[in-house]
């Protein structure tokens, strides 16, 4: 059982997840996005065939609309716990991909002073990924619990 603060925050993790998604997806439809996420798209191994069945734009919108569809299901969670387990293996995926880019890329990394640095768009979405890990932990037991 949850205190009013955890499922508060949790609430919050859920509904700031899903809207994350939800914008970025939505910015995968314009050719600025379209060209951002070419170099990562295109040197991941699980990705970079999409490119030679499909155009630039035509990747971008397809990853867009997953994103927006997934940010949904994830906002709908709130209303309908069975979209729960769905929804947080869905996003968990996601998150575990674009966290993927930082191995798969070349040039992500970089040293500054001696520090190894990142692009940190991408690291923020460890937090995201926690977010997914506990709406899937939350919505995999066997009764669904309709207090969340």
Same mark, same amino acid.
């Given at each position: 059982?949850?205190? @009013?603060?955890?499922? =508060? &925050?949790?609430?919050?993790?859920?509904?700031?997840? #899903?809207?994350?998604?939800?914008?970025?997806?939505?910015?995968?439809?314009?050719?600025?996005?379209? #060209?951002?996420?070419?170099?990562?798209?295109?040197?991941?191994?699980?990705?970079?065939?999409?490119?030679?069945?499909?155009?630039?734009?035509? $990747?971008?919108?397809?990853?867009?609309?997953?994103?927006? $569809?997934?940010?949904?299901? +994830?906002?709908?969670?709130?209303?309908?716990?069975?979209? &729960?387990?769905?929804?947080?293996?869905?996003?968990? $995926?996601?998150?575990?991909?674009?966290?993927?880019?930082?191995?798969?890329?070349? &040039? /992500?990394?970089? =040293?500054? *002073?001696?520090?190894? /640095?990142? *692009?940190?768009?991408? /690291? @923020?979405?460890?937090?995201?990924?926690? $977010?997914? +890990?506990?709406?899937?932990?939350?919505?995999? @037991? #066997?009764? /669904? *619990?309709?207090?969340?």
């Amino acid at each position: 059982m949850q205190n @009013k603060i955890s499922t =508060l &925050g949790y609430n919050i993790g859920v509904f700031g997840t #899903a809207l994350i998604l939800i914008w970025i997806g939505l910015f995968k439809f314009t050719p600025t996005e379209a #060209a951002l996420i070419k170099p990562l798209v295109e040197n991941h191994f699980a990705m970079n065939w999409l490119y030679s069945l499909l155009s630039l734009q035509a $990747v971008s919108n397809l990853i867009g609309f997953s994103e927006i $569809v997934i940010g949904a299901l +994830l906002f709908g969670t709130m209303y309908w716990p069975q979209l &729960g387990k769905i929804a947080g293996i869905s996003s968990t $995926v996601i998150f575990i991909t674009t966290l993927s880019f930082l191995i798969t890329t070349p &040039g /992500v990394w970089k =040293l500054v *002073d001696g520090f190894p /640095v990142t *692009d940190f768009f991408l /690291v @923020k979405d460890i937090p995201y990924l926690a $977010v997914s +890990l506990m709406v899937w932990g939350n919505y995999s @037991k #066997a009764k /669904v *619990d309709t207090e969340l």
